[in-house]
Every structure is written in structure tokens, then in C-alpha cells.
């Protein structure tokens, strides 16, 4: 890997393992306030929000801007938000601001590895950073159950400072403050992320032409016969997996009478697996073979309602394992095809954008459904045993689209496989 992957990778580690210790504080935050229950999920669209709102702007920003300084600025945003929650802005509209942060920040860090490396290691890397974001998802929510557990809790409400009354005096309040100096580490290595040769495109000043250009580059990745099935497919595995990094909460308060720290270490081990399977792809897996792995979300959606009938930690572990290397080994190939045929399509930040844009919008929305279903009454497990459905439901259609493609513009599909094969330099 050329010099500055690694600085990219140290840069994304911290942010997202402060976003993810983040979301546990808040919904402890949540819990200890006596928040309406239907809050807490309502976590995941509240963060997801600025992505689909933002997206014409933010692809188009980080081509304008060298990547570096784009998330050097994001993730003082992420510190704004946070510093909203710990000082009584309300836990939603707080996590939105991170997530406003987060919204830029992903263009400039997705994008500048299609600047920085070959087509050729596209897979590779997608492996190395997802593993690493996986890792840090799985950290984070260790981290952040931990900081509000009974043991480190204690020790953080402790620690003062001299003069300066900080008026921290609950558990999640210390974990919120101990965010801020993570956010504060990965913006240092964001100062010494390097320039790539990539020249900037300069950014319109009219919003209006944003808009237009954004919705052409979305249409025109939508009209691509791989790019269709490929960003499907990660909007999908994002949706699923940006919601049940929540649901794993509920259902484990329900099925196992889990507190938010325990719980924490059953989402940490669906990251692991989701590591797991990133790494085995990364390893097995080549760019034109991508869409062989789309049976895979419909086993995500089976897996989800299977969640249903544990009742027994040592068969959950496993499980849950299970449900997160067939997301692992989903995502690797088909986010790095998706790479491939929008950098090909359009500029690097810009198709990053796009691809952000929908995956959101499916974070948002399937949010949103469970979101309705709880403030509904419905009970954990059938909210669960719906999701999964619908998950399954719509890879297996996402399946038969590949399918009808390969059959009715098969010439086009050959076409784009042979360059997805072919492009080494």
C-alpha cells in the first residue's frame, strides 16, 4: 500500500470508535432520563439524516478541497455534537450534528483511496478499511458500554479539574467527555493525511446546480448495470447493519435481560464477524466475481429473524457471529465494484456521495419503519421478525435484477466485468 494508507486508517479508526462509543452513551443518556422508548432508535435516522439532506453538497466538497482538510473539519463538527449533548442539547439532535460530521467526512475518506491506490487493490483495501472500521465499531460499543458500566463510570465521574467546575455528574455524561479527546486524536492524524496528484474540480456556487449535478451522477450510477446491483446491494447491508447495531439492544434487554453495558458486548460481536467476514473477502474474493455474493443478504434477512428463538447467550454469540461474516463477506466486493464503476463514472468524491446518499436514505428508512413499529406497541421480537422479512425480501429481488440483467443486456454486463477484470494500472 502507497505511503499514507496507513495514516488514512489511523485517522478513520478513532473517529468511528468515538462515534460508536458515542451512540451507547447517548442511549444510556436516554435511558436514564426515562425517554420515550421509540427514542432510542430513533438514534440511527437522526445520524443518517445529514447524509441523504447534504449529499449534493458534500461529494462535490471533497473534490473541491484536498480530502485531508475535508476531514480534518468533519471531525470538528463530530466535536461540536458532542459537546451539544454533554452541555443539555437534546440526545437526537445532538447525535444529528455528529452525524452531520460524519456526512462529510465519508466522501473525503471512501474517496481518497480511489485517488491514492490502483483498481487493482480496491479490494484489498476496502478489506483493510472496513476491517478496521469494523474493528472499530466493535471497540467503540465495547468501549462505550464499558464507560458507562459500573466499574469505569465511578472512575471518570472522579476525575476533576483544577478550578474549572466541568458539572459532569452522571455516567453517560463522562463517556460523552472522554469522545471529545478521541475526536481530537483522529483530527491530528486527519492533518497528516498527504495530497494526493488528483486535481481538485472546483465547486459551483449555486446550490441549485449542485442538486442537478448530484441527481445526474445518481441517475447515472443507477443506470449502470453493475453499479445498479452493486449500490442495491450496499445500501441494503448498510440499512440492515446501521439499525441493528440499536436492535441488538432491545432484543437483548427483551430476549436475555441485558443492561446497555452488557448488551454492548453482543453488537461488538456482530462486528466481529462483520471483521471476519471483510477480511476473508478481502482475501478470496476479485473484483468481476463481486455479484456472486448477493445470496448472501438474503441470509442476512433469514439470520435477523432467527434472533426470535435464542434465549441463551451461548448460542447468540455464535449466531450473531454468523449474521455479521455473511454481511462481512457481502459488502468487501461489492462496495469495492461499486468504487470501480463510480470512479469510472464520475469523480471519486462525487460517486462516495451518491453511494452515501442512498445507503443512508435505506438507514433512514428502514430507522424510521422500526422506529413506527415500536411507537406502535409492537413488541421487540415482532418488530424483529418484520425487519428481517423485509431485508430478505428485497435481496432476493435485488438478486432476480442481477439476474434479468445478466440475460437481457448480457453483452453490457460481459463488457463491464471484462474491465472490471482488466484494470490493473
Not at 92 to 109: H, I, Q, T
Not at 146 to 153: E, N, S, T
Not at 255 to 265: E, V
Not at 381 to 402: P, Q
Request: hydrophobic content about 55%; some cysteine; charged content about 10%.
Amino acid at each position: 500500500m502507497k505511503k499514507g494508507f496507513h495514516t488514512i486508517m489511523s485517522a478513520q479508526f478513532f473517529s468511528s470508535l468515538a462515534d460508536n462509543a458515542l451512540l451507547v452513551a447517548a442511549i444510556e443518556l436516554l435511558r436514564s432520563t426515562n425517554a420515550p422508548a421509540w427514542q432510542i432508535p430513533a438514534l440511527t435516522p437522526m445520524f443518517a439524516l445529514f447524509y441523504v439532506v447534504l449529499a449534493p453538497f458534500v461529494g462535490a466538497f471533497a473534490d473541491a478541497v484536498p480530502k485531508g482538510k475535508v476531514m480534518f473539519v468533519s471531525n470538528n463538527i463530530k466535536v461540536i455534537g458532542c459537546l451539544m449533548m454533554l452541555f443539555g442539547g437534546h440526545p437526537l439532535l445532538a447525535y444529528a450534528v455528529v452525524g452531520l460530521g460524519a456526512a462529510a467526512y465519508s466522501p473525503a475518506k471512501y474517496g481518497i483511496l480511489t485517488e491514492l491506490l490502483p483498481p487493482s487493490q480496491l479490494v484489498k483495501a476496502n478489506g483493510w478499511i472496513e476491517g478496521l472500521t469494523i474493528a472499530s465499531i466493535i471497540l467503540g460499543i465495547l468501549l462505550g458500554g464499558q464507560l458507562v458500566g459500573p466499574r469505569m463510570a465511578p472512575m471518570l465521574m472522579g476525575f476533576d479539574l483544577p478550578v474549572f467546575d466541568t458539572g459532569i455528574d452522571t455516567a453517560p455524561e463522562a463517556a460523552i467527555a472522554a469522545m471529545v479527546a478521541l475526536y481530537v486524536i483522529a483530527a491530528i492524524f486527519n492533518l497528516y493525511i498527504p495530497r494526493t496528484e488528483a486535481p481538485l474540480q472546483p465547486l459551483s456556487s449555486n446550490p441549485g446546480e449542485l442538486v442537478r449535478d448530484f441527481s445526474q451522477c445518481n441517475a447515472r450510477l443507477w443506470s449502470d448495470k453493475l453499479g445498479q446491483i452493486s449500490l442495491a446491494t450496499t445500501t441494503m447491508f448498510w440499512g440492515v447493519g446501521g439499525n441493528l447495531r440499536i436492535i441488538v439492544f432491545p432484543w437483548a434487554a427483551a430476549a436475555l435481560g441485558y443492561s446497555t453495558t452488557q448488551a454492548s458486548s453482543l453488537a461488538g460481536v456482530v462486528s466481529i464477524g462483520v471483521a471476519v467476514g471483510a477480511v476473508l473477502a478481502s482475501m478470496r474474493m476479485r473484483l468481476d466475481r463481486a455479484t456472486s455474493v448477493i445470496p448472501l443478504g438474503i441470509a442476512m434477512g433469514i439470520l435477523v429473524i432467527g434472533l426470535n428463538v435464542i434465549r441463551d447467550v451461548w448460542v447468540a454469540v455464535p449466531f450473531l457471529m454468523l449474521l455479521g461474516l455473511a454481511g462481512g463477506f457481502l459488502v468487501v466486493p461489492m462496495n469495492a465494484l461499486l468504487q470501480h464503476r463510480g470512479h469510472n463514472l464520475m469523480g471519486a468524491g462525487r460517486s462516495i456521495a451518491v453511494q452515501n446518499f442512498n445507503e443512508q436514505a435505506c438507514i433512514l428508512g428502514l430507522g424510521a419503519f422500526y422506529t413506527g413499529m415500536v411507537k406502535l406497541g409492537l413488541s421487540a421480537f415482532t418488530a424483529i421478525a418484520v425487519f428481517g422479512l423485509v431485508v430478505a425480501g428485497t435481496m432476493w429481488l435485488i438478486g432476480r435484477w442481477h439476474k434479468r440483467n445478466c440475460v437481457t443486456h448480457r453483452d453490457e454486463v460481459e463488457r463491464l466485468l471484462a474491465i472490471a477484470r482488466s484494470d490493473k494500472h
